[in-house]
């Protein structure tokens, strides 16, 4: 089950006293097996006076070569359980967060010392997506833990397919949000079904809504706008270049909100934004996919949000709320404020920081792995 061993060079351990699970060629002296280590595999990991610094997933043999997901010096004298032991601390931990949802984010990768795997429950349903590792074993028991917590229906996407691992299926999965009811269809989802990430702050929406016109624009399947809807906004315009009206419509009526003003609008936000009359939203959710993607990309991302931010600003009425969001890990919270500094001065507008946003709690940020927080965002008072 253990495959091998890495031995690091002298001098080269610091990242370990830290808790950083990165180990780069750069840090390693040798690697020792009796066979080729394929990607997925198990190693210890050593320093150069050969004492045990912990266990790590290989991954490749250029830059990161391995993921550490235990820190110490203690042997695991059996893989399985241990895993399964931990599983079942996460679940608890994670699965007792929300007391008003049955959807929430399980495994959040390294955040949770599983790296390269999320997995996300909605409801009965387990979707988990694997983006680099490949370890049979660490999927085999995910599986089995998941079948001893009633979860009927497990899907499992990679970067190539989309592929259920039961005999049971679904075509949409449904669950409860902030006490709403929500579908999604398995042909139309974007990352792994939902962006459970944002359940704090779509609650946050519900009181800012009574009585307003609210733009949810980059809607998805109008998570934001159904909450503006809870807190008897007086119209919602739902905004998305995907064409998932069904799919809004359907959330709208299982949540009984079909009386309330609504509209949807299959079309790019720029494009919207360009085409429309100033001075009608009292609210707006701008919540855009990551427009920086790596690190070469940022001086373009960041134009992007500023074009975004200035076009909100610009066209919200006076003393109107925008609820701003970044996804992308590589615009930190001090380069949004100001990108947000910038699209403000640019529209002459006078704009306050009424409250900062993160991810729900489910997505967990580690001190050990600033790497895994990457959503931020604010509650912005225009004057
Ligand atoms: C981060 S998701 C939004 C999640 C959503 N706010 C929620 O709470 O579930 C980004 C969404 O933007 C949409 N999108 C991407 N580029 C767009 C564009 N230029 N105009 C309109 N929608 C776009 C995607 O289809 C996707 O649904």
Same mark, same amino acid.
């Given at each position: 089950m253990i495959k091998g061993s890495i031995i690091l060079k002298k001098n080269k351990e610091d990242f370990i006293k830290s808790f950083h699970s990165w180990i780069f060629s750069g840090a390693i002296e040798k690697i020792d097996s009796s066979e080729e280590l394929k990607n997925g595999d198990i190693v210890r990991v050593y320093n150069y006076n050969k004492e045990l610094l912990g266990y790590a997933f290989y991954e490749k043999p250029e830059q990161i070569v391995a993921r550490i997901f235990y820190f110490g010096n203690k042997e695991i004298h059996n893989i399985n359980q241990y895993f399964l032991n931990y599983f079942e601390q996460l679940f608890k931990r994670k699965s007792s967060l929300f007391f008003d949802s049955n959807a929430f984010r399980f495994i959040h990768s390294e955040s949770d010392r599983i790296p390269g795997i999320i997995c996300d429950i909605y409801n009965q349903c387990a979707i988990i997506q694997i983006d680099y590792l490949k370890s049979e074993l660490l999927l085999n028991l995910l599986i089995k833990f998941l079948n001893t917590k009633n979860i009927n229906y497990i899907l499992l996407k990679t970067q190539k397919e989309i592929q259920w691992l039961t005999s049971n299926r679904l075509k949409e999965i449904e669950f409860k949000e902030n006490h709403l009811n929500f579908l999604i269809h398995i042909d139309k989802f974007q990352k792994t079904g939902y962006f459970l990430d944002q359940?704090?702050?779509?609650?946050?929406?519900?009181?800012?809504?009574?009585?307003?016109?609210?733009?949810?624009?980059?809607?998805?399947?109008?998570?934001?706008?159904?909450?503006?809807?809870?807190?008897?906004?007086?119209?919602? $315009?739902?905004?998305?270049? %995907?064409?998932?009206?069904? %799919?809004?419509?359907?959330? =709208?009526?299982?949540?009984?909100?079909?009386?309330?003003?609504?509209?949807?609008?299959?079309?790019?936000?720029?494009?919207?934004?360009?085409?429309?009359?100033?001075?009608?939203?009292? $609210?707006?959710? =701008?919540?855009?996919?990551?427009?920086?993607?790596?690190?070469?990309?940022?001086? !373009?991302?960041?134009?992007?949000?500023?074009?975004?931010?200035?076009?909100?600003?610009?066209?919200?009425?006076?003393?109107?709320?925008?609820?701003?969001?970044?996804?992308? %890990?590589?615009?930190?919270? !001090?380069?949004?404020?100001?990108?947000?500094?910038?699209?403000?001065?640019?529209?002459?507008?006078? $704009?306050? =920081?009424?409250?900062?946003?993160?991810?729900?709690?489910?997505?967990?940020?580690? $001190?050990?792995?600033?790497?895994?927080?990457?959503?931020?965002?604010? =509650?912005?008072?225009?004057?």
């Open positions: 359940k704090i702050n779509r609650k946050k929406i519900i009181e800012y809504s009574k009585n307003k016109i609210v733009l949810d624009a980059f809607c998805y399947i109008g998570g934001f706008g159904i909450h503006a809807l809870k807190g008897e906004a007086k119209k919602v $315009v739902f905004v998305d270049s %995907q064409n998932l009206e069904t %799919q809004i419509k359907n959330n =709208i009526i299982i949540n009984k909100f079909l009386e309330s003003s609504f509209e949807i609008k299959n079309i790019d936000v720029f494009q919207f934004f360009n085409n429309m009359n100033p001075n009608i939203y009292d $609210v707006m959710i =701008i919540d855009p996919p990551a427009f920086v993607k790596t690190k070469a990309k940022i001086n !373009e991302g960041i134009k992007g949000y500023i074009k975004l931010n200035r076009l909100a600003i610009k066209n919200i009425k006076q003393e109107g709320h925008i609820f701003t969001f970044s996804c992308s %890990q590589f615009i930190d919270k !001090e380069l949004f404020r100001k990108i947000i500094f910038i699209a403000a001065k640019e529209e002459k507008r006078n $704009v306050y =920081i009424k409250e900062y946003l993160t991810q729900a709690p489910d997505h967990t940020i580690s $001190v050990f792995h600033p790497e895994g927080e990457y959503l931020k965002g604010f =509650i912005l008072y225009v004057e």
